[in-house]
Structure formats: C-alpha cells, structure tokens
C-alpha cells in the first residue's frame, strides 16, 4: 500500500512540473503578472517568429557569402598524395621504366595558387556580396515589422471581440430583465403570451451574438499565440489598454508626408534599393570575364617506389682471364696470345626507404600563368545580356516596392478618414437609438407597444452599438497602419 502511494505520489509530482513547464513556456516573453501587453507581444515575436528566424538566417547566409568572397583573394593551396599496390607491369615512378614484378609506389605534391589579376571579379563580387548582406539585413528588419503588423492586428481583433462580448452580454443581461418584468406582467394578465415569446427569441438571439463574439475572440487569441510561437492555452492573456475615441485623436498627418517618411525609414525600400545596386555591380562582375586571368602558382613533389634500391658504393669484380693475340710484326707473322684479367663493375646497394626517397626525389616548380579567353560559345556575352536583365528587374522590383507603398498608405489614409467619419455618425446613430431604446422600454412596460415593435428598436439600438465598435477599432489599425509607417512606436 506504502508502495503504491508513492507511485501515486510521484505521478503528480510529474505532472505538477509538467504543467509548470507548459506554463513556463507560454508566458515566456509577458510581464511578471503573466499579461501579455502590445510591447512584451511584439518583441517576443520579433525573436521567436519563426518568418523572423528564418530571415535572420538567410542574413547570415548572406555574412558566409561575403565571407567566402573576400577569402577567394587569398592564395590556394592543396596537398595531394597516394600509396599503392601493383602487381604485374607497371611503370616505375622514380626511374619510369617498365617493370614486371611486386611493388608499392608512393607520389605526393603540394601546389598553391595566387590570383593576381582577374578582370576585377574578385573586386566586384565582394562588393555585389557586401551589398547583398546589407539587402537581407533590411530584410531582417522588414520581418520584423511584418510580423509586429500581424501582431497588433491579431492584438486590436481581441480588443475588438472583447469589446463586442461586453456589448452582447450587456444586452443579453438587460433583455433577461425585460424577460423577467414581461412574465410578470403576462402573469398578471397584462399582455398576451406572444410578448413572452418575443423577448424570449430576443434573448435567444442574444445569446447567439454572445458566442459569436467569443468564438472570435478565441479565434484571434489562437491566431496571436500562433504569431508568438508558443503553445496554445487558456490561460493565455492580454493587457487590455484605453483605445482613445477616433474624435479624441483625429487624423492630422498628410498622405504624402507619410509616403516620404516612409521612403526613408522603411526597411524594404533599402532593401530593394541595395539590390538595385548589387545588380549594376553584377554588370561589372560579368564583364570582368571578357579580360585575361593572372595567377602566379608554386608546388613541390615526390615519388617513391618499392623497387629503387640506394647505391651504397661500386665494386670492381675479376671475372676470370680472356685470351688476346699480340703480334710482335707488322707482317703480322709473328704472334703470341697473352691471357688479360677482366674486370666488371658491380653495385652495392641497400633498401632505400620511403622518406629518404622523398627527400631525394624532392621536385619544385614555380611560375605565371596567363589564360586569355578568345571564343567560349559566346558564354561570357550571354553572362552580360543576362546581369542587364537582371538589373532591369531589380529596377522595375525598387519601382513596384514604392508604387505598392504609395498606393498602401494612400489607402490608409483614406480609410483613416473615412473610419473616423464613420465612428462620428454612428455615435450619433447610438445616441439617438439608445434614447429610442429606453423609450420603447418605457411604452413597453406600460403596454403601449407591443413586444414585437420593441424588438425592433432595440435590435436597431444593438446594431448601433456594434457598428460604433467596429468603426472605432477600424479607425485605430488604420491609424496605427499610418504610425507604422512613419517609424512610431505602435504601443497604446
């Protein structure tokens, strides 16, 4: 029994840390209170996103090119060596004879290569690198705002939503009250039981409103969890901030102000500016290949061959007498044959080891090397036509960044206006419909209309309501969008 309580008690030692962990996890990034505010939201994401992390990388994909590029100045060097086995004919490495037997051969080599001149290539390519690095730095950057972009609208939905299930639930609230005094009354014999009906549907619908605002209210904490990276739950929430009234805060900010703001500080017009200029220097890079190629090279070698034997020192050896006749007149009639020594020559040698025939064999070389490109299937032609076209592109892509902008924030502000006009007349349209609402209410109570006509003017009175939401939290993203713009802070 002890046994398997502490079983037991392990068992939720495990999942009181698991639980803890999880936890751990999705507040990472919020305050000490464990809320999420606009701020703590938008830089966790700039860190955690996973658009952002993938950004940062290609930067520092972008740091190895260039990297790369300035190394390709410095000289190359390689060693090269093989051992070997042959059997049957092959030709000696040391003495290039043909040989037929059993033997181990060995040739090693070390070679460097420096460029000296390379049609400015080398040169070039640093600097179209270089310009590429700056490019994917300010693409860096554009994520970043991309992302704080989908933050602060996933944060403004919530906002939204919360706002509309008040709203609902405000309504839902008063229309169990009428709900209540309208049984009382049917109880009493005051109005008929349709009455009791119609505000039960009211309430129904009501209800409807209420669940709808709060699935989208679930729907857009799901979508800002899922922009920060982290684990969904339901303890996951947001700092809710004073959202000033669109007539508190009107639009003052021109378009066109905001455009050349824009065109200054925005990360994606640098970057599409600087790969306009990698474009014209890949131009030169191509061209480079239409001149000649310097390099000066240097390399040493060696062989070595089983067969070789090392010369210790040369022995002459007696090979026994050879008979020679002597003719003692020139009449060649007198003769005599007179036995000479005969002597040949023979080596005396040793096994001659694998270092000590490299270090004998040692070979160095060293030199220019020019190569002069004459006719390569026009290879280096369609090269250069194909950087132009490249850097058109770039120019036509800098061209479309800036028209896009101009007609974003032209829109922006258009729409800014226009939300702002809006939350004017529907405050109004609210003001006049909640003095309508709480008079039907009244006529309602004494029997003067019916429930059916009721309905009516609070259903008017709740659109109101919402619509007024609606326009007031359109008005803050497209006010927010035009801050962005500008390089604001897009907190509350």
């Known amino acids: 029994m002890k046994k398997m309580s502490n079983k037991v008690l392990l068992l939720a030692l495990g999942l009181t840390i698991g639980g803890y962990s999880t936890s751990l996890a999705q507040q990472q990034g919020a305050g000490s209170d464990g809320i999420w505010s606009l701020e703590e939201a938008v830089n966790y994401a700039k860190t955690n996103n996973l658009n952002v992390r993938q950004s940062s990388l290609n930067r520092e994909l972008e740091q190895a090119d260039l990297n790369q590029s300035r190394a390709s100045r410095l000289p190359s060097i390689n060693a090269n060596g093989n051992y070997s086995f042959n059997t049957g004919s092959f030709q000696d490495p040391v003495t290039f004879s043909l040989l037929t037997q059993n033997a181990r051969t060995s040739n090693v080599s070390i070679n460097a290569t420096l460029p000296l001149f390379a049609g400015f290539q080398q040169v070039n390519q640093i600097k179209q690198n270089s310009l590429n690095l700056e490019a994917s730095e300010q693409d860096y950057l554009s994520a970043q705002n991309d992302i704080t972009v989908q933050i602060v609208t996933a944060y403004l939905n919530i906002l939204f939503a919360n706002e509309q299930m008040n709203v609902s639930d405000l309504q839902r609230n008063l229309t169990r009250e009428q709900l209540k005094r309208t049984n009382i009354l049917f109880n009493a014999g005051s109005v008929a039981e349709n009455a009791v009906l119609d505000i039960e549907s009211q309430l129904a619908t009501d209800e409807l409103n209420y669940i709808t605002a709060q699935n989208q209210r679930d729907i857009s904490r799901l979508t800002l969890m899922q922009l920060l990276n982290i684990p969904t739950s339901e303890d996951f929430q947001i700092e809710i901030p004073k959202i000033p009234e669109p007539d508190e805060n009107p639009v003052i900010v021109d378009g066109s102000q905001v455009y050349d703001v824009a065109l200054q500080t925005l990360p994606a017009i640098r970057a599409t500016d600087l790969r306009l200029r990698s474009a014209e220097r890949g131009i030169d890079l191509a061209r480079g290949a239409y001149y000649p190629r310097l ?42 044959i007179i036995y000479f020594d005969q002597f040949s020559t023979r080596r005396i040698d040793e096994h001659y080891g694998m270092f000590s025939q490299w270090d004998d064999n040692l070979n160095t070389q060293f030199g220019l090397s020019l190569q002069i490109p004459i006719l390569n299937s026009l290879q280096v032609r369609t090269n250069v036509q194909r950087a132009k076209l490249q850097h058109q592109n770039a120019k036509l892509n800098a061209d479309i960044a800036r028209n896009n902008l101009r007609q974003t924030i032209e829109q922006a502000y258009v729409d800014a206006i226009a939300a702002q006009r809006r939350y004017a007349a529907s405050l109004q349209q609210v003001n006049a419909s909640e003095k309508n609402f709480r008079n039907a209410e009244l006529r309602l109570q004494n029997g003067v209309i019916n429930s ?34 500008q390089g604001k802070d897009l907190s509350f």
């Open 295 to 336: 390099s000066l090279f240097a390399g040493a070698g060696s062989r070595y061959a089983s067969t070789s034997r090392k010369l210790v020192a040369l022995e002459q050896v007696n090979v026994g007498r050879v008979p020679q006749v002597v003719y003692y007149d020139a009449a060649g009639s007198e003769s005599d």
């Open 452 to 485: 059916v006509d009721f309905n009516i003017i609070a259903n008017t009175y709740r659109s109101a309501q919402s619509s007024l939401i609606q326009a007031k939290y359109d008005y803050t993203f497209k006010l927010k969008i035009l801050d962005f713009y």
